[in-house]
């Protein structure tokens, strides 16, 4: 399996440089901010520092979100692969459908991690830097972020196997991500008058209305991606079995 | 493996789709031969390549490739046997390079020296992305891959349509030196006539679905002919004998499928002799009988 999971990899390798690019210079923006609060100019208005210390938990995952979201969306490479004629060309070897379907699952699992393993270093160094210990809800947070990729990419995997069309996958690749934001507005609307007191941070507002949910997103973040990994494996399997060539 | 006589074997071969049924088809490719699979657009070739590759389920009857049951020994046929499409089956951005990396992991048998050696006759370049290759390019380097991991047998869907006549000489000329090795065998579908007549042992003409022709090309050729006669004499012959003939405004142009019994009986008329491309014309007009 090593030679298609280099293949996997060739095929999306730019891709991965390009997230992995944004990740980098996010995450320098991110310590840039720091240094600056630290010894820079910054650090010269403590209503600043006070301000971005309170407002920065935050943003410290936006790099990470998008190196593994950035990771998982190319979906779109895979599919390109496909459809250039090797899932029918792979057919008439003697590779069988679940070593090809599992060379896709295990190259997207590789690099997944490896994201995560670099989210880790980043969010290490970063925290250090606040002086902040290392507890497990940074490690249970990044580890959501990864879960949530895991399920997007194998998710969209899935679907590469199973539609032929590209606008198929399009279609409901972006009715599904409209869910989101969707729920999200469906769940903060109803609370947003208390918005109207003018003392209000949004930020702040925003993860006490999380609040009573937070400790479900972890293990309902991790149940999905076990189900998504092995669900779509097996639908995978199938939909190549069926693709008609 | 199993000692055999016949490359491949299909024996009531049966596929049924909406509008189109491949009709309980039987040829065999005998070891050590290149059959020619001719017949015209829609016909049926593809449908069989696919049964024959598994890539479609069949309907009924049964497929021996290399001597094993294809239902109970996929895998085994399949690590020996190379398909070859009209288009290439890897992704743009990898390269000669990286494709033989790729294939050592997919065939047990990959032989990089042999590759290596078809990409410096094709003088294809081993650096550059296969996006930028030119078509004939493409099916060198895709022949190249299908050569080189000790295949016994090679099946070819259309892979010379759209190539240039230097380019498909010189890929006609591989399948020869292939050849030399009489253990292996070649199924070549193809509508251009003109090249199977240059390599091809035996053919087998397909039309809607059915097998109307299968045997030795020599043979074939041989016991067709054209008889070239004035619309009197046309009238003479008998129906039995004609596969079908082209009116025209002198005479008549009549396909006849036993020469040697026609040339008795007929020893007044011009016999002509004919062509793959002929043969296949007249029988795909063989319901007509009689066409302009």
Same mark, same amino acid.
């Given at each position: 399996m090593k030679g298609l999971i280099y293949k996997n990899y060739l095929v999306t390798r730019k891709y991965y440089f390009m997230a992995f690019m944004f990740f980098f210079i996010m995450a320098l923006f991110m310590i840039l901010i720091r240094l600056s609060m630290i010894c820079g100019n910054i650090s010269h208005d403590p209503e600043a520092v006070d301000d971005l210390t309170r407002t920065m938990w935050v943003f410290r995952y936006m790099p990470c979100a998008v190196v593994i979201l950035g990771f998982a969306g190319y979906s779109e490479a895979f599919f390109a692969d496909l459809n250039s004629g090797w899932a029918r060309f792979s057919r008439t070897t003697s590779?069988?459908?679940?070593?090809?379907?599992?060379?896709y699952f295990l190259s997207e699992g590789i690099v997944l991690s490896f994201a995560y393993i670099i989210c880790l270093l980043y969010l290490v160094i970063f925290c250090l830097s606040f002086g902040d210990k290392i507890s497990l809800h940074y490690i249970t947070n990044i580890t959501s972020l990864f879960c949530f990729g895991v399920i997007i990419q194998y998710f969209n995997l899935t679907l590469a196997m199973f539609a032929q069309k590209r606008q198929t996958v399009q279609l409901i690749s972006v009715s599904i991500a409209l869910i989101f934001p969707w729920l999200l507005c469906a769940y903060i609307y109803p609370r947003m008058k208390e918005l109207e007191n003018p003392d209000t941070v949004l930020l702040e507002w925003m993860a006490q209305q999380f609040e009573p949910i937070k400790s479900y997103i972890f293990p309902v973040m991790l149940l999905f991606a076990v189900i998504f990994t092995v669900g779509g494996y097996f639908i995978s399997v199938k939909g190549l079995e069926r693709r008609t060539f | 493996m199993a000692d055999y006589k016949n490359s491949i074997e299909i024996k009531g071969l049966t596929k049924k789709y909406d509008g189109f049924t491949l009709d309980n088809i039987s040829f065999n490719v005998p070891k050590g031969t290149i059959m020619g699979f001719i017949g015209q657009n829609g016909a049926g070739k593809?449908?069989?390549i696919k049964l024959l590759l598994n890539l479609i389920k069949k309907d009924s009857g049964t497929i021996n490739m290399l001597g094993l049951d294809l239902d109970k020994n996929e895998s085994e046929i399949k690590s020996q046997i190379s398909a070859v499409f009209d288009e290439i089956p890897f992704h743009e951005v990898l390269n000669a390079?990286?494709?033989?990396? %790729? +294939?050592?992991?997919?065939?047990?048998n990959w032989d990089k020296q042999t590759y290596f050696n078809y990409l410096d006759r094709f003088a294809l370049p081993r650096k550059k992305p296969i996006g930028s290759?030119?078509?004939?390019?493409?099916?060198?380097?895709q022949i190249a891959s299908a050569l080189s991991h000790n295949a016994k047998l090679l099946i070819m869907d259309e892979a010379t349509t759209g190539l240039d006549p230097v380019v498909r000489n010189e890929i006609l000329d591989i399948f020869m030196e292939y050849l030399q090795d009489e253990n292996n065998s070649i199924l070549l579908s193809s509508h251009i006539t003109s090249d199977l007549e240059k390599i091809a042992d035996m053919v087998t003409f397909i039309?809607?679905?059915? %097998? +109307?022709?299968?045997?030795?090309k020599d043979e074939t050729v041989e016991n067709h002919a054209v008889i070239k006669c004035k619309k009197d004499d046309y009238k003479n012959i008998e129906s039995?004998?004609?596969v079908s003939a082209r009116l025209t405004d002198f005479g008549a142009e009549v396909m006849i499928h036993d020469r040697k019994k026609c040339e008795k009986k007929y020893s007044g008329l011009t016999i002509d002799n004919t062509t793959l491309?002929?043969?296949?014309?007249?029988?795909?007009?063989?319901e007509k009988k009689e066409w302009k």
């Open positions: 590779l069988s459908t679940h070593q090809i379907v599992g060379s | 593809t449908t069989t390079n990286q494709i033989s990396v %790729i +294939l050592s992991d997919v065939f047990e290759f030119s078509k004939g390019m493409k099916m060198k380097l039309d809607k679905g059915k %097998i +109307l022709l299968t045997g030795g039995a004998d004609i491309e002929e043969i296949m014309l007249y029988y795909v007009r063989r």
